[in-house]
C-alpha cells in the first residue's frame, strides 16, 4: 500500500507519522505558538528532522468547542506557511481544510495530501480534490466542531462510523479518485464519549479491513486526559498517553498516525517494530 503524491511516494508498510503544525490561535494544546510564519516553518522542519513522514498545516481549529474561520483568514494563515516548507524541506505537507478554496490555493503553494474532517462534505469539496488528484482523508464527525461533544449518541458506534466512511469513499471512486489515494479516519473526540472512542480504537483493525489506509489521530487529546483523572489535565502531560495510543493504534493496524510529538512517537514505533521482527524469529539490524 502506498501514497502517491506529486513529488514522492509513501510506502505505508510500516506505520507512518504525520507531525501537527497548527497556524491557529485557539488550538487545543499549541494554540498560537505557530502563528507566524517563522516560528511555523522552523517547527515543521524540526518535525521533519525528527523523522515525519508527513506535516499537516492546518488554519482552522476543529477541536471541541472551536469557531469557524472564514476562508480569507484561513487562506492567509496556511498559505504562505506551505509555501515556505515545500522550499525548505521535501517532506509532503497536507493541508487540514474543508474549504475547496483552500485545498486548491494549498496545492498550487506545494501541498501533497488534503485532509479534511468534513470527509468533502463541503460544497465543490468533492471535485476540488478529484480535479487535483492528491491523496485525501476523510474523517468522521458526528455534529460540528461548537457542540459536536454536548451529547454524542450511537446505536453502534463502529458499524455507523465505518458506514459513514465507506459511503464517502465510494462517493470520492465515483468522481474519480483512486481508491488508493483514500485515507479514512474513525475521527476520535469529534461527536465521540471517550467510550465511543475506546470502541473505535479497539475495533481499528475493522477499518484496516476494508482496504483503504487508516489515519489514526490521538495525540493529546481529553481522552488521555480522562483516562488518566486528575494527572491529565494539561496537554504537556498527555505525552506518554498519546505515545501508549499510537503504538496501540499501530498495533491494530493504523497506517499513519497523527502526532504532536513526533520525535517520541517516531523512536516508540521504531522499537515496536524491532520487537515485532522479534516476534518473527529476526533480529534487530537485520532488515532495513
Ligand atoms: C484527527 C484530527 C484532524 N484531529 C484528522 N484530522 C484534529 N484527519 C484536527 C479533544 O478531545 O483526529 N484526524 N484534525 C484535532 N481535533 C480534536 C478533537 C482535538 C478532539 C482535541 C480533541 O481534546
Do not use: W
Amino acid at each position: 500500500m502506498r501514497l502517491i503524491f506529486p513529488n514522492s511516494q509513501l510506502d505505508l508498510g510500516v506505520t507512518r507519522v504525520m507531525g501537527i503544525l497548527n497556524v491557529t490561535p485557539d488550538s487545543f494544546s499549541d494554540g498560537g505558538l505557530f502563528l507566524s510564519p517563522g516560528a511555523a516553518v522552523e517547527r515543521a522542519l524540526q518535525m521533519a528532522a525528527e523523522g515525519a513522514d508527513i506535516i499537516d498545516v492546518g488554519g482552522e481549529s476543529t477541536r471541541p468547542g472551536a469557531q469557524a474561520v472564514s476562508v480569507t483568514e484561513e487562506l492567509e494563515r496556511v498559505v504562505p506557511v506551505i509555501e515556505a516548507i515545500c522550499r525548505e524541506t521535501p517532506v509532503p505537507v497536507s493541508v487540514d481544510t474543508s474549504k475547496p478554496e483552500v485545498m486548491q490555493a494549498a496545492a498550487n503553494a506545494g501541498a501533497a495530501m488534503l485532509n479534511d474532517v468534513y470527509a468533502l462534505t463541503a460544497d465543490a469539496a468533492l471535485a476540488t480534490a478529484a480535479e487535483l488528484g492528491l491523496p485525501v482523508c476523510l474523517m468522521h464527525m458526528q455534529g460540528k466542531p461548537g457542540t459536536m461533544q454536548d451529547e454524542p449518541a450511537y446505536k453502534d458506534v463502529i458499524n455507523e462510523v465505518l458506514e459513514f466512511l465507506q459511503t464517502r469513499a465510494a462517493s470520492c471512486i465515483k468522481s474519480g479518485i483512486d481508491p488508493q489515494q483514500i485515507v479514512i479516519d474513525p475521527g476520535f473526540g469529534f461527536g465521540k464519549t471517550l467510550e465511543h472512542n475506546l470502541e473505535l480504537l479497539a475495533g481499528l483493525d475493522r477499518f484496516a479491513a476494508t482496504g483503504f489506509a487508516v489515519l489514526a489521530g490521538l495525540s493529546r487529546k481529553s481522552m488521555i486526559a480522562k483516562l488518566m483523572g486528575a494527572r491529565g489535565s494539561g496537554p504537556e502531560s498527555r505525552v506518554g498517553g498519546s505515545v501508549t495510543l499510537a503504538l496501540y493504534a499501530a498495533r491494530k493496524g493504523a497506517h499513519i498516525v497523527r502526532v504532536h510529538d513526533v520525535q517520541q512517537t517516531v523512536e516508540a514505533l521504531e522499537i515496536a517494530r524491532a520487537l515485532q521482527a522479534a516476534e518473527r524469529g529476526s533480529l534487530p539490524g537485520q532488515e532495513k
